[in-house]
C-alpha cells in the first residue's frame, strides 16, 4: 500500500493566499525531499530535509520537517500564479532497501 | 552541463508490441532511476541502477526492465505492451544512489508512450 500519504490531492487559491501541502508516512522517514512539476513539465527538485524538527525557507516556501520524522509541508506564502503546479514529496524510508517514494502530489492552480 | 537527457520524447505503439527508451544521465552522475507517471497514480518509481547493477526495484511485472551501461546510460524496455502502459515515462540521475542524504535526482523531460 501507500507509504507516504500527501494531501490534499488539489488546491484551488486566489493569488495572495496561502497554500500548504502535507506529507505523512506511518513509519519513520530517514529523509525527505520535494519537487515541484509545472504543468507539461517534469519534477524539479525544491529542497532535501534531514534532522528531525528541521525548517528551512526559500523565499515565500517553507519546509518543515516533523519532529518524529514521519510527516512534511510544504507552505507558500502569498501565493503568485507562477507557483501553480504539482508539488510532491519523496521520502526515503528506513529499512526500505533505499527507495524513494514519492506521494501522490497536490496540484496547486492560482486564480489571478 | 546539459541536463539529462530522454529519447524519444513520443512514441506511439499497439498492444503487444515492445518498446526501448533510452536515458542519458548528467555527466557524472552513476544512478539513474525510472518512473512512471499516470494521472491516476501519480509518480510510480520503476527501478534504479548505479554502477551498471540494479539496485532497487518497484511493484511492475517483469514486462518491464532495464540495465545500465558502463557509461551510466541506461535503457529501459516495455515487453507486450498494454493499454495501461500509456504513461510519461521519466528518468531521473544523481551522482549517488537516490535519496542518499545530500544526493538530488535530476529529472530528464520525459517519454511520453501511448498504447493504442
Redesign the interface.
Known sequence: GQQVMQIPQYQHVQEGEDFTTYCNSSTTL??I?W?KQRPG?????LI?L?KSGEVKKQKRLTFQFGEAKKNSSLHITATQTTDVGTY?C???IYNQ?????????TELSVKP | KAGVTQTPRYLIKTRGQQVTLSCSPISGHRSV?W?QQTPGQ????LF?YFSETQ??K?NFPGRFSGRQFSNSRSEMNVSTLELGDSALY?C?SSLG??????D???????TRLTVL
Do not use: C, D, W
Open positions: 530517514s529523509n525531499q519537487y513539465g517534469h519534477p524539479v527538485f532535501q534531514v510532491f519523496a521520502a526515503m532497501g533505499g527507495k524513494l517514494i514519492f506521494g501522490q502530489g | 532511476s518512473y501519480g509518480l510510480q518509481f534504479e539496485r532497487n518497484g521519466l531521473a544512489l537516490s535519496g542518499r542524504l545530500g538530488t535526482q535530476y529529472f530528464g523531460p520525459g
